[in-house]
Antibody, heavy 119, light 109 residues
Framework: QVQLQESGPGLVKPSETLSLTCTVSGDSISSSNYFWGWIRQPPGKGLEWIGSVSYSGTTYSNPSLKSRVTISVDTSRTRFSLKLTSVTAADTAVYYC???????????WGQGTMVTVSS | DIQMTQSPSTLSASVGDRVTITCRASQSISSWLAWYQQKPGKAPKLLIYKASNLQSGVPSRFSGSGSGTEFTLTITSLQPDDFATYYCHQYISYSEGFTFGPGTKVDFK
């Protein structure tokens, strides 16, 4: 059974870069025909799609965040990462990673990790 | 950008009630819509994909319908475990960007 786990710093200073990793267990990012993505949720608010990477390594990102977002796949093919540059307090949120089979919604989610942007 | 709206934003209901949540897209998304349930402190859970397909393991009291710009999620007989927030999510294309609706909170009447 595939499981996803987010990891990374819980506190980031304004203007710095937020870096998170999602570790995939029970599957390989490149062995299956899936998309792997990042979604965030500010405290008390709704969900926002940040971006995704395909099984072949093609990346996609939210147009509103595109200039600040980098998503990449680790050479081990069992982890993928998110980098969000020039963060502000508005980037404070729970960050989730998730899997999406083609044609489906996001069917497997990590538990989420809270990231606070503060000096 | 494709904008998603949901109504109502909050719905007060009782166990056994039939509940309907509406989601509208600002332009046609065909049937590329999913519904999720989220409980406090937990990740969202996929309920419905491609507008009307029940995700494996999801109780049959949940159903989805619609296409184009208007969609509904129906719970035929609300159970205690169903009190949660529900989100719709369009995924027609990565170039358009994926977007979620603002959510509908189902709470106790």
């Amino acid at each position: 059974q595939v499981q996803l786990q987010e990891s990374g710093p819980g506190l980031v200073k304004p203007s710095e870069t937020l870096s998170l990793t999602c570790t995939v267990s029970g599957d390989s990012i490149s062995s299956s025909n899936y998309f792997w993505g990042w979604i965030r949720q500010p405290p008390g608010k709704g969900l926002e799609w940040i971006g995704s990477v395909s099984y072949s390594g093609t990346t996609y990102s939210n147009p509103s965040l595109k200039s600040r977002v980098t998503i990449s796949v680790d050479t081990s093919r069992t982890r993928f990462s998110l980098k969000l540059t020039s963060v502000t307090a508005a980037d404070t949120a729970v960050y989730y990673c998730a899997r999406r089979p083609p044609g489906f919604g996001m069917d497997v989610w990590g538990q989420g990790t809270m990231v606070t942007v503060s000096s | 950008d494709i904008q998603m709206t949901q109504s109502p934003s909050t719905l007060s209901a009782s166990v056994g009630d039939r509940v309907t949540i509406t989601c509208r897209a600002s332009q046609s998304i065909s049937s590329w819509l999913a519904w999720y349930q989220q409980k406090p402190g937990k990740a969202p859970k996929l309920l419905i994909y491609k507008a009307s397909n029940l995700q494996s393991g999801v109780p049959s009291r949940f159903s989805g319908s619609g296409s184009g710009t208007e969609f509904t999620l129906t719970i035929t007989s609300l159970q205690p475990d169903d009190f949660a927030t529900y989100y719709c999510h369009q995924y027609i294309s990565y170039s358009e960007g994926f977007t979620f609706g603002p959510g509908t909170k189902v709470d106790f009447k």
